[in-house]
């Protein structure tokens, strides 16, 4: 791994990337004490005579939304929500899903075909209605949005680690290391996990902002994290048609997801250098 | 070939009746009562209750699933609590409008996201990739109905060169599959960069390479032959994530399509649209997962069909 | 023997007035009406949703009708009328030479029909409760007969109905929808399927219906109001979403927005001159309140719900939906009769909403939860009275979940202890203040699956209010209105609500059509728009 680290310091853009991603989690942890405002607190002050938002300003540095709350405090806090739909909900999809698609593309005979066709069957759902039923049924609440999006979300992934799992499995590496009378964990954890690293890291980093975006969308449809608990997706869905008129409740939202996103996305890339076996000793 | 379809065939069978097992399961999980959204606010306790055995709710669930499998094996879907038509129909004169966009957004996605891709991969490193990629990222990030309602407010509102809504000929589908391509283009941008990032450092790659083949001829004939595997993986899942996109996308460009339905059935608890659309949804997926596998055999010999 | 009879100059005088303006106007012309939701159905004994409630009284008509634009009662199918002294015998002359859309006449034996065919159960009507009061409602509703004894056709143009009790709104019941007329024949023949077909003597008739996506309304040529309807056509446009339904209104190429102008551009139209002036305002029987429900500690303390109501700033939920409505400070809507002109309801004072916190042994606040529909504006008026209830010691939990899963909670005892009604109740069927009670606050809706999410029940309360509608004399008509009044003060004082605002409409309109008066686009009983009278200004 120290070659991974050295990688990193050594690419100006990872380490912007590390940066960013130590900022988020820092403000999603240090929120109470960053924040310029409670992010509940609706301001008086904080809409026009009409009622509508006010744009950025000395005092509400981002503007405030439809409530007259500060924008700014509100994706502080929202840093939280996001960050563990985003990142805990996304990363045991990520997991689950791995796994099972490799068992079941090495395994293959009954054990395979079983968590295929129950991968089937789970895809064969459309994953927003899934989701929605699964969240009104269950009480919605931070966690319950999170681990309905890990339960909607494993599926995919493990679809495409099993395809490329079944199509390793028939190099002649792979053979060679069977002959050669390697054990399964072994031909796992060297010959085949290796391989779906750059698949499994564009797919965590992808699943960062598309999670996150389905947090936004299951709490617009009234399932999801409850008012007035602020999430990033959130804050832009509650915003989202005032686009033309209010911008700025789209645009900072939206700039934090695809930043946020972006910089794990970057660590990620990094961390493919770092472990990418077709780049190992090439530098 | 034919046993493998068959077989793949058969499972697909078995796995729509597993799906209607959970829907029908999950549709009576939600804590709300159909008949008393038929019923109204003006209704009295004796016309709810009337109003369920009518529709054989007071039945035990098992019953009541008997039943829909009986129907359904008629091709009947039963008839809508809310708009009282036979969702057969409504499903029926709204699955062309979807299956078009679905067309379009899939067009729309590999004609922006294989290219590029394909570009950003041969670029590993440089700008190029970084700008590539962070564009990507972006369409992936953006939520659909700010991307779509832009799209149309640029495009059609102040440029005027796509109708604002509507649905009919080629000019009104441009701008809903665009919305659906860029996020979807994000996507398979990425995952064809990756997996052609993998396969151009094989070494039968540098060893084309060495032999003197064209760098074009390269990427395209060894580099994309074998990194379209995991995309073409991706089509069968893609379809599920369209259904999730068209529900937003239809409502912006008032597309006449399943998505509509399917929003409408789930905020008045429509249980015969929502099982219907959800039964067509997953019939499309699992279609698409059996054409991903045949696919994947037919580029790659080397994958047995079993 | 009091008898009141309303003949058809009250109609003519009515007509005439339109005339008076509307000569020059030729009838011809269309407009294009955009909505984003699917039109369920076209039945008018099924159809209950604010969309097809109007498209309905296009198509169909009943014995009674409102005047455009107002809410005074006025015979339509019906030519006059006669109630017995003792308010239990209805006699209805029928007009003659009405047609159905297939060219069939109209007579006592279809009106009757209809009133059976809403109150069957097979039917599934939602309104059939509203006719409990008609002798043999029972053994029809039971499903024991299929034809109501209290209805006799006397002659094809003569119809009486009995009552079991009087009953003062009866009048407006028949002019519901639940109530219009339709053809025998084509609901035999469609049977399920008659909503998508439906046939009625009304100023339109259905040309076309492309599921999720048009519907085409034509001019009934033989319509027996003479000048009505005032269109060629009406074109329904489904599946728009209303901020691309403004941009398309804002082009000219729609002229009507049938859900209203999306909340996000309202400032914005509102502060723009061309755009404002095709705006037109009104009121409506709409009242917006949050349930406190009575069965729930410690909501069941009379002086918790009062306090609760002095806590609640409704000049800012007013301004957080832009203005859109007025504060309310009563149960019932400016526009209903009955309103108290005279009643403050509870001020918005946080201290001594704590005062009375305090007395009930709650010095230190409760947590409760308050459950609300999950569209925008409902959840951020429901944060706005969650932050109001937090400064006097009120911690809520908000409940933002689908209107049905509300609505199944609100009817079971116990669940929601507070509800903030916005998006699923009150707006009134009938412009009549028994309609504000019955339904939402009398004792037999307090009961599971019942719309009294406050289960409030007061008998004292319910016997008042049946005295009230016990009173059919029209010489009664104001002793009658007074007891409504006293009714909702009852109410007031026992405060199962808070009342937070009557909301106003706002209908855009393009320039190219227009009504005689601005009213018909704020008609309380059509909404968005009194579509029969309705014309072109560019037709020629």
Same mark, same amino acid.
């Given at each position: 791994?120290?070659?991974?680290?050295?990688?990193?310091?050594?690419?100006?853009?990872?380490?912007?990337?590390?940066?960013?991603?130590?900022?988020?989690?820092?403000?999603?942890?240090?929120?109470?004490?960053?924040?310029?405002?409670?992010?509940?607190?609706?301001?008086?002050?904080?809409?026009?005579?009409?009622?509508?938002?006010?744009?950025?300003?000395?005092?509400?540095?981002?503007?405030?939304?439809?409530?007259?709350?500060?924008?700014?405090?509100?994706?502080?806090?929202?840093?939280?929500?996001?960050?563990?739909?985003?990142?805990?909900?996304?990363?045991?999809?990520?997991?689950?899903?791995?796994?099972?698609?490799?068992?079941?593309?090495?395994?293959?005979?009954?054990?395979?075909?079983?968590?295929?066709?129950?991968?089937?069957?789970?895809?064969?759902?459309?994953?927003?209605?899934?989701?929605?039923?699964?969240? !009104?049924? &269950?009480?919605?609440? #931070?966690?319950?949005? *999170? =681990?309905?999006? @890990? $339960?909607?979300?494993?599926?995919?992934?493990? /679809?495409?680690?099993?395809?490329?799992?079944?199509?390793?499995?028939?190099?002649?590496?792979?053979?060679?290391?069977?002959?050669?009378?390697?054990?399964?964990?072994?031909?796992?954890?060297?010959?085949?996990?290796?391989?779906?690293?750059?698949?499994?890291?564009?797919?965590?980093?992808?699943?960062?902002?598309?999670?996150?975006?389905?947090?936004?969308?299951?709490?617009?449809?009234?399932?999801?994290?409850?008012?007035?608990?602020?999430?990033?997706?959130?804050?832009?869905?509650?915003?989202?048609?005032?686009?033309?008129?209010?911008?700025?409740?789209?645009?900072?939202?939206?700039?934090?997801?695809?930043? !946020?996103? &972006?910089?794990?996305? #970057?660590?990620?890339? *990094? =961390?493919?250098? @770092? $472990?990418?076996?077709?780049?190992?000793?090439? /530098? | 070939?034919?046993?493998?379809?068959?077989?793949?065939?058969?499972?697909?069978?078995?796995?729509?009746?597993?799906?209607?097992?959970?829907?029908?399961?999950?549709?009576?999980?939600?804590?709300?009562?159909?008949?008393?959204?038929?019923?109204?606010?003006?209704?009295?306790?004796?016309?709810?209750?009337?109003?369920?055995?009518?529709?054989?709710?007071?039945?035990?669930?098992?019953?009541?699933?008997?039943?829909?499998?009986?129907?359904?094996?008629?091709?009947?879907?039963?008839?809508?609590?809310?708009?009282?038509?036979?969702?057969?129909?409504?499903?029926?004169?709204?699955?062309?409008?979807?299956?078009?966009?679905?067309?379009?957004?899939?067009?729309?996605?590999?004609?922006?996201?294989?290219?590029?891709?394909?570009?950003?991969?041969?670029?590993?490193?440089?700008?190029?990739?970084?700008?590539?990629?962070?564009?990507?990222?972006?369409?992936?990030?953006?939520?659909?109905?700010?991307?779509?309602?832009?799209?149309?407010?640029?495009?059609?509102?102040?440029?005027?060169?796509?109708?604002?809504?509507?649905?009919?000929?080629?000019?009104?589908?441009?701008?809903?599959?665009?919305?659906?391509?860029?996020?979807?283009?994000?996507?398979?941008?990425?995952?064809?960069?990756?997996?052609?990032?993998?396969?151009?450092?094989?070494?039968?790659?540098?060893?084309?390479?060495?032999?003197?083949?064209?760098?074009?001829?390269?990427?395209?004939?060894?580099?994309?032959?074998?990194?379209?595997?995991?995309?073409?993986?991706?089509?069968?899942?893609?379809?599920?994530?369209?259904?999730?996109?068209?529900?937003?996308?239809?409502?912006?460009?008032?597309?006449?399509?399943?998505?509509?339905?399917?929003?409408?059935?789930?905020?008045?608890?429509?249980?015969?649209?929502?099982?219907?659309?959800?039964?067509?949804?997953?019939?499309?997926?699992?279609?698409?997962?059996?054409?991903?596998?045949?696919?994947?055999?037919?580029?790659?010999?080397?994958?047995?069909?079993? | 023997?009091?008898?009141?009879?309303?003949?058809?100059?009250?109609?003519?005088?009515?007509?005439?007035?339109?005339?008076?303006?509307?000569?020059?106007?030729?009838?011809?012309?269309?407009?294009?009406?955009?909505?984003?939701?699917?039109?369920?159905?076209?039945?008018?004994?099924?159809?209950?949703?604010?969309?097809?409630?109007?498209?309905?009284?296009?198509?169909?008509?009943?014995?009674?009708?409102?005047?455009?634009?107002?809410?005074?009662?006025?015979?339509?199918?019906?030519?006059?009328?006669?109630?017995?002294?003792?308010?239990?015998?209805?006699?209805?002359?029928?007009?003659?030479?009405?047609?159905?859309?297939?060219?069939?006449?109209?007579?006592?034996?279809?009106?009757?029909?209809?009133?059976?065919?809403?109150?069957?159960?097979?039917?599934?009507?939602?309104?059939?409760?509203?006719?409990?009061?008609?002798?043999?409602?029972?053994?029809?509703?039971?499903?024991?007969?299929?034809?109501?004894?209290?209805?006799?056709?006397?002659?094809?143009?003569?119809?009486?109905?009995?009552?079991?009790?009087?009953?003062?709104?009866?009048?407006?019941?028949?002019?519901?929808?639940?109530?219009?007329?339709?053809?025998?024949?084509?609901?035999?023949?469609?049977?399920?399927?008659?909503?998508?077909?439906?046939?009625?003597?009304?100023?339109?008739?259905?040309?076309?219906?492309?599921?999720?996506?048009?519907?085409?309304?034509?001019?009934?040529?033989?319509?027996?109001?003479?000048?009505?309807?005032?269109?060629?056509?009406?074109?329904?446009?489904?599946?728009?979403?209303?901020?691309?339904?403004?941009?398309?209104?804002?082009?000219?190429?729609?002229?009507?927005?049938?859900?209203?102008?999306?909340?996000?551009?309202?400032?914005?139209?509102?502060?723009?001159?061309?755009?404002?002036?095709?705006?037109?305002?009104?009121?409506?029987?709409?009242?917006?309140?949050?349930?406190?429900?009575?069965?729930?500690?410690?909501?069941?303390?009379?002086?918790?719900?009062?306090?609760?109501?002095?806590?609640?700033?409704?000049?800012?939920?007013?301004?957080?939906?832009?203005?859109?409505?007025?504060?309310?400070?009563?149960?019932?809507?400016?526009?209903?009769?009955?309103?108290?002109?005279?009643?403050?309801?509870?001020?918005?004072?946080?201290?001594?909403?704590?005062?009375?916190?305090?007395?009930?042994?709650?010095?230190?606040?409760?947590?409760?939860?308050?459950?609300?529909?999950?569209?925008?504006?409902?959840?951020?008026?429901?944060?706005?009275?969650?932050?109001?209830?937090?400064?006097?010691?009120?911690?809520?939990?908000?409940?933002?979940?689908?209107?049905?899963?509300?609505?199944?909670?609100?009817?079971?005892?116990?669940?929601?202890?507070?509800?903030?009604?916005?998006?699923?109740?009150?707006?009134?069927?009938?412009?009549?203040?028994?309609?504000?009670?019955?339904?939402?606050?009398?004792?037999?809706?307090?009961?599971?699956?019942?719309?009294?999410?406050?289960?409030?029940?007061?008998?004292?309360?319910?016997?008042?209010?049946?005295?009230?509608?016990?009173?059919?004399?029209?010489?009664?008509?104001?002793?009658?209105?007074?007891?409504?009044?006293?009714?909702?003060?009852?109410?007031?004082?026992?405060?199962?609500?808070?009342?937070?605002?009557?909301?106003?409409?706002?209908?855009?309109?393009?320039?190219?059509?227009?009504?005689?008066?601005?009213?018909?686009?704020?008609?309380?009983?059509?909404?968005?728009?009194?579509?029969?009278?309705?014309?072109?200004?560019?037709?020629?």
């Amino acid at each position: 791994m120290a070659h991974g680290f050295k990688g990193f310091v050594r690419d100006p853009l990872a380490f912007a990337g590390a940066v960013t991603v130590a900022l988020v989690v820092a403000a999603a942890l240090l929120a109470p004490m960053i924040a310029p405002y409670d992010p509940a607190e609706q301001f008086f002050d904080g809409l026009t005579i009409e009622g509508a938002p006010l744009p950025p300003s000395e005092r509400f540095p981002l503007g405030t939304d439809l409530l007259g709350r500060d924008l700014l405090s509100r994706l502080i806090w929202g840093a939280r929500a996001s960050l563990t739909v985003g990142v805990v909900a996304n990363g045991a999809a990520v997991i689950v899903g791995t796994l099972l698609g490799m068992i079941a593309g090495l395994a293959r005979g009954v054990v395979g075909g079983a968590i295929m066709r129950f991968t089937d069957l789970m895809m064969a759902f459309p994953a927003l209605l899934l989701a929605i039923a699964l969240a !009104a049924i &269950l009480r919605p609440s #931070l966690w319950i949005v *999170a =681990l309905v999006i @890990a $339960l909607v979300n494993w599926v995919q992934i493990c /679809r495409v680690v099993y395809t490329q799992t079944t199509a390793l499995a028939e190099r002649e590496f792979i053979e060679a290391a069977r002959a050669l009378g390697a054990g399964r964990a072994r031909i796992v954890l060297r010959h085949v996990l290796p391989h779906l690293v750059p698949t499994i890291l564009v797919w965590s980093t992808l699943g960062i902002a598309t999670t996150v975006l389905l947090e936004a969308t299951l709490s617009f449809l009234g399932v999801g994290v409850q008012p007035p608990t602020p999430s990033w997706g959130g804050i832009i869905f509650e915003g989202q048609s005032y686009f033309l008129t209010a911008p700025w409740l789209v645009f900072f939202p939206g700039i934090a997801i695809i930043m !946020a996103a &972006l910089a794990f996305n #970057l660590v990620g890339e *990094a =961390l493919n250098d @770092a $472990l990418d076996p077709t780049q190992r000793g090439r /530098r | 070939m034919i046993r493998f379809l068959a077989r793949r065939l058969a499972q697909a069978v078995v796995i729509l009746l597993g799906v209607t097992v959970v829907t029908f399961a999950l549709a009576f999980l939600i804590p709300a009562d159909p008949a008393r959204m038929i019923a109204g606010r003006a209704a009295t306790v004796e016309t709810v209750a009337s109003i369920r055995h009518q529709l054989g709710l007071d039945q035990p669930i098992p019953v009541q699933y008997a039943r829909y499998l009986g129907r359904l094996a008629q091709g009947d879907l039963g008839r809508s609590y809310a708009q009282k038509t036979e969702v057969v129909e409504l499903i029926g004169s709204r699955l062309p409008a979807t299956l078009l966009l679905l067309a379009g957004a899939i067009f729309c996605e590999l004609a922006i996201g294989l290219p590029a891709g394909i570009f950003a991969a041969t670029r590993r490193g440089r700008f190029a990739d970084r700008a590539v990629m962070t564009l990507s990222f972006v369409g992936v990030s953006a939520p659909q109905f700010v991307v779509g309602l832009l799209l149309l407010y640029v495009f059609a509102y102040l440029l005027g060169l796509f109708p604002l809504s509507g649905y009919g000929g080629l000019e009104h589908l441009v701008l809903p599959a665009l919305t659906l391509g860029l996020a979807g283009g994000g996507f398979y941008s990425r995952m064809t960069r990756a997996s052609m990032v993998g396969v151009l450092g094989q070494d039968y790659i540098r060893t084309a390479r060495a032999k003197g083949v064209a760098e074009t001829g390269v990427v395209l004939r060894h580099g994309l032959r074998n990194a379209i595997l995991p995309i073409v993986a991706m089509i069968g899942i893609d379809i599920g994530l369209f259904m999730s996109g068209a529900v937003v996308v239809e409502s912006v460009f008032g597309w006449p399509g399943i998505g509509q339905l399917a929003w409408q059935a789930i905020q008045r608890v429509d249980i015969p649209i929502m099982m219907g659309v959800t039964l067509t949804a997953a019939t499309a997926i699992v279609l698409g997962n059996v054409i991903a596998d045949l696919a994947t055999a037919l580029i790659d010999p080397r994958i047995r069909l079993n | 023997m009091t008898t009141r009879t309303l003949l058809r100059a009250a109609l003519l005088a009515g007509a005439a007035l339109i005339g008076a303006f509307g000569t020059d106007v030729r009838a011809a012309g269309s407009m294009i009406v955009t909505y984003q939701s699917d039109v369920a159905t076209l039945d008018p004994a099924v159809g209950y949703d604010w969309q097809n409630w109007s498209m309905i009284k296009s198509l169909f008509d009943g014995l009674i009708d409102y005047a455009p634009g107002t809410t005074e009662i006025v015979p339509d199918l019906a030519e006059s009328y006669e109630i017995s002294a003792d308010g239990l015998t209805y006699t209805f002359k029928l007009r003659q030479g009405v047609t159905f859309h297939n060219g069939r006449e109209m007579t006592a034996e279809d009106v009757k029909y209809s009133l059976e065919r809403t109150i069957n159960p097979a039917t599934q009507s939602p309104g059939a409760s509203y006719y409990d009061t008609i002798k043999g409602y029972e053994d029809v509703a039971s499903g024991a007969s299929t034809t109501l004894a209290g209805v006799t056709v006397v002659d094809p143009h003569t119809l009486t109905i009995e009552l079991n009790r009087p009953d003062a709104p009866f009048l407006h019941k028949l002019a519901l929808n639940f109530a219009f007329v339709v053809a025998k024949e084509a609901v035999e023949e469609h049977g399920a399927d008659f909503g998508k077909n439906p046939v009625g003597t009304g100023a339109f008739k259905l040309a076309e219906w492309t599921l999720g996506q048009r519907v085409v309304f034509a001019r009934n040529a033989d319509y027996y109001i003479a000048d009505r309807p005032k269109l060629d056509e009406v074109v329904f446009e489904i599946g728009q979403d209303p901020s691309v339904a403004l941009l398309r209104l804002e082009r000219g190429e729609v002229d009507l927005l049938g859900d209203g102008i999306p909340p996000a551009r309202f400032v914005d139209v509102m502060g723009n001159a061309d755009l404002a002036k095709q705006v037109v305002q009104g009121g409506q029987l709409h009242t917006g309140y949050v349930t406190l429900n009575t069965r729930v500690a410690p909501l069941d303390n009379v002086a918790v719900r009062q306090a609760l109501n002095h806590a609640i700033n409704k000049d800012r939920i007013v301004q957080i939906i832009n203005g859109r409505a007025v504060p309310a400070n009563q149960a019932l809507p400016p526009a209903m009769p009955a309103y108290n002109t005279a009643e403050t309801g509870y001020a918005y004072d946080p201290e001594k909403a704590k005062a009375l916190l305090a007395e009930a042994g709650l010095a230190d606040g409760f947590s409760t939860e308050l459950y609300a529909m999950n569209t925008d504006p409902n959840p951020r008026i429901a944060q706005a009275i969650q932050q109001d209830l937090a400064a006097i010691g009120v911690t809520v939990e908000i409940k933002a979940l689908d209107p049905s899963v509300v609505i199944e909670a609100g009817g079971t005892e116990g669940a929601a202890p507070m509800i903030w009604s916005g998006g699923m109740a009150w707006i009134a069927d009938f412009p009549d203040p028994s309609n504000f009670y019955w339904a939402i606050l009398g004792c037999g809706a307090a009961a599971p699956g019942g719309w009294n999410w406050s289960w409030y029940c007061n008998q004292d309360v319910d016997a008042l209010a049946g005295q009230a509608d016990a009173m059919t004399d029209p010489a009664q008509a104001q002793a009658r209105l007074d007891a409504w009044t006293r009714v909702f003060s009852k109410v007031l004082a026992d405060a199962p609500w808070i009342p937070i605002f009557n909301e106003e409409r706002f209908t855009m309109h393009s320039t190219r059509i227009a009504g005689d008066s601005d009213a018909i686009f704020v008609d309380p009983v059509h909404i968005p728009v009194h579509y029969d009278v309705v014309f072109a200004t560019d037709a020629q």
